[in-house]
């Protein structure tokens, strides 16, 4: 395994051990506005959006972290043991 893999691999499990305080950072974080019934459902989003910045930043990230446990999981299919260790950060 090369050193940009292993690398790599670090990143990956570094983003990965972080979903939880993407998580709690968005509840946290996050501000629902008084949306009234005649605005249109696109301006509500966006208005959504707008005021929510970083709480969809995080959402961002948290679904990138599930994307990354997927192609992981798909990569070390069939292996009793993990193929990596990881001796030092």
């Given at each position: 395994?090369?050193?940009?893999?292993?690398?790599?691999l670090k990143v990956r499990f570094y983003?990965?051990?972080?979903?939880?305080?993407?998580?709690?950072?968005?509840?946290?974080?996050?501000?629902?506005?008084?949306?009234?019934?005649?605005?249109?459902?696109?301006?509500?989003?966006?208005?959504?959006?707008?005021?929510?910045?970083?709480?969809?930043?995080?959402?961002?990230?948290?679904?990138?972290?599930?994307?990354?446990?997927?192609?992981?999981?798909?990569?070390?299919?069939?292996?009793?043991?993990?193929?990596?260790?990881?001796?030092?950060?």
């Amino acid at each position: 395994m090369s050193n940009t893999q292993n690398m790599l691999l670090k990143v990956r499990f570094y983003i990965i051990s972080l979903w939880r305080l993407f998580f709690l950072v968005t509840i946290c974080t996050i501000k629902i506005p008084c949306l009234q019934s005649t605005i249109p459902i696109h301006d509500k989003i966006m208005l959504l959006l707008e005021t929510n910045i970083f709480p969809t930043i995080t959402i961002i990230l948290c679904i990138l972290c599930f994307v990354l446990v997927s192609i992981t999981e798909f990569a070390w299919k069939g292996s009793c043991n993990p193929p990596y260790t990881i001796k030092a950060i």
